[in-house]
């Protein structure tokens, strides 16, 4: 249960990238072969798609996979590093705090609003950025946490 959980991120979004895919290519030989689609596999894939991309970016950050800018960090005297790197995760918690409220303020005006297939709640698409950016949150609040007990080892 606990692998589970380590790897939520990667395992829906994983879910999400093969089911979107499936659905897709099912899709694309239906049209070809037999002139017919399915009609919400086009709507099932965009919202497995939105899933995959913020997901994706949680599980990326969360593993340090993301492209980082660390010119002003490199030019920067040693000492002065550890101070850089929690002022650095502190902007970057207030920043993805902020989304992450502003996604669910988003979700919950987009409850009422139903997709143009389905007829589900847009909430279910919209969703995903609470889910992704409430992630990448809680891993901010981790390497801000590892950052200061760092810099407290050392004192």
């Known amino acids: 249960m ?3 959980l380590k790897y939520f ?13 499936t659905l897709v290519i099912i899709n694309v030989f239906l049209r070809y072969l ?10 099932v894939a965009t919202i497995c798609f939105v899933w995959c991309v913020f997901l994706g970016a949680s599980a990326t950050y969360k593993h340090k996979l993301d492209m980082g800018i660390d010119f002003f960090i490199s030019r920067v005297p040693e000492k002065f590093s550890s101070t850089v790197k929690i002022c650095t995760g502190l902007l970057l918690l207030v920043i993805n705090g902020y989304i992450f409220v502003m996604a669910i303020i ?3 005006i987009a ?3 139903p997709t143009a297939v389905l007829g589900v709640s847009s909430s279910v698409v ?3 950025l ?3 950016f409430g992630l990448v ?13 760092s810099i407290e080892r050392q004192i």
């Open 34 to 43: 037999f002139s017919y689609t399915i009609s919400w596999a086009e709507e």
């Open 126 to 128: 919209n969703s995903a």
């Open 111 to 113: 409850w009422e609003k």
């Open 9 to 21: 991120d990667e395992i829906i979004c994983g879910t999400a990238l093969v089911t979107m895919i």
């Open 106 to 108: 988003f979700t919950r």
């Open 130 to 132: 609470i889910v992704g």
């Open 2 to 4: 606990k692998t589970l």
């Open 137 to 149: 949150t809680l891993y901010t609040l981790q390497f801000l946490y590892r950052d200061v007990k």
